[in-house]
């Protein structure tokens, strides 16, 4: 079995999952996108894959923790 790896990247003023060298879908927040890679990372699971998934800090994005603008500003 292979290595399932899932970065999230920022893209934009979105984000998107990088898999497989292709990075298709735009998601609005980092969460979002880390909810859609751990669903992902579930069925190589279950196939039996080793698996990695990495994400940024708050530093990416708008500098906050979840990639989205503060709605406190």
Request: negative net charge.
């Amino acid at each position: 079995m292979g290595l399932a790896s899932y970065a999230i990247l920022e893209k934009g003023t979105s984000w998107t999952i990088l898999h497989d060298g292709e990075a298709p879908n735009e998601y609005a927040s980092k969460e979002a996108a880390f909810e859609a890679a751990v669903a992902a990372a579930s069925l190589a699971i279950r196939q039996g894959h080793e698996g990695q998934a990495c994400w940024p800090g708050r530093e990416a994005g708008y500098k906050t923790a979840l990639g989205v603008p503060d709605s406190h500003s």
